[in-house]
């Protein structure tokens, strides 16, 4: 076809198709060719007219499909092509009205559909309807709105339809929105945060110990622990209350994805059994899954009080 940019007519959607065929042959500088006659014109504007004339009507011609190019064949005219076109499909159209009608006045939102949905469909109906000369007012458009909304708009509805005088469309969705903006003040707030915490952990360095894998405020060197009150470790690797074995006494943990080996001592009355209790177990290693980040060491004391565990962290990335 001449212009790539629209699709070629075929038969249907003629008035979505004449409207942006009309807005190409706009750009072309083609558009007056078919709205203006010549009249008292110059021999040397005759001959420009015409020109343009032979080159709106071969966009026309070769701006349909095959099967519809017969309704062509005696247009002499841009003007003619444009006029027959309009008669033969904008007239088919009409039939549609009762039925883009009843869509529009039958119109109710949908369970779990946002405000920004209804509001296009509503718009997409009367649209629809403009391109067959039938236009709906801005105030029939409103009352179709306010009856479409469920029953949870009840309050700000009865407030919209007492007004005077009646809201143009645009003020009555700004006052739904915010409205509905006022009922659910986290939503948009909560998806944000947690998309900037999803992020951030993985990108940003924490300002407190300059590791990754946590937000600063999560650090547990600012961080007190929930189970002791002390400072340098989480809940999880707290031995507090659990008869000196920790919440899970020497066994592996796994925690977000990395597996860890740890030993507690059992009494620090002297070295000797001490060293015995960690004998091969001084250096505790994280192993890392497939996909974790570089592995982290985490080391044990060879002196330290009964019932807890002290632990130092690597060059890695933090476990929590």
């Not at 003629?14 to 558009?31: A, E, N, P, S, Y």
């Not at 062509?72 to 039939?95: M, N």
Request: net charge neutral; charged share 25%; glycine share 6%.
């Amino acid at each position: 076809m001449g212009n790539k940019e629209i699709a070629m007519f075929n038969g249907i959607g003629f008035h979505t198709w004449q409207v942006k065929l009309k807005g190409h042959l706009m750009r072309k500088g083609l558009w007056s060719i078919i709205t203006t006659d010549a009249q008292n014109l110059t021999a040397q504007q005759i001959r420009e007219r015409q020109a343009k004339d032979e080159k709106a009507l071969g966009i026309l011609i070769t701006s349909v499909a095959d099967d519809i190019i017969h309704h062509l064949d005696e247009a002499t005219s841009a003007k003619q092509a444009w006029e027959t076109l309009e008669r033969t499909f904008g007239a088919k159209s009409k039939h549609s009205k009762i039925s883009l009608k009843m869509q529009l006045y039958g119109l109710a939102m949908y369970e779990n559909e946002t405000l920004s949905s209804l509001v296009n469909r509503l718009k997409s109906l009367c649209t629809q309807l403009s391109y067959i000369e039938c236009h709906i007012d801005d105030d029939d458009k409103v009352a179709v709105l306010l009856k479409a909304l469920p029953s949870t708009y009840d309050n700000i509805v009865t407030v919209l339809k007492e007004k005077e005088p009646i809201p143009t469309l645009e003020s009555v969705i700004n006052s739904l929105q915010e409205d509905h903006n006022n009922k659910h003040p986290h939503n948009e707030t909560n998806a944000s945060k947690a998309l900037y915490v999803s992020s951030s952990k993985h990108t940003k360095a924490c300002k407190h110990c300059g590791k990754y894998n946590h937000l600063s405020s999560e650090c547990y060197k600012i961080k007190k622990c929930v189970k002791c009150g002390k400072l340098g470790h989480p809940p999880q690797f707290c031995t507090k209350g659990n008869g000196g074995n920790g919440d899970n006494g020497g066994k592996k943990v796994t925690f977000k994805g990395k597996r860890v080996n740890y030993v507690q001592s059992e009494s620090d009355d002297s070295d000797d059994e001490d060293q015995r209790a960690h004998s091969d177990n001084d250096e505790v290693n994280m192993v890392t899954s497939a996909f974790s980040s570089p592995s982290t060491s985490i080391s044990s004391s060879n002196k330290h009080a009964k019932g807890q565990l002290k632990y130092s962290y690597s060059e890695g990335n933090d476990i929590y």
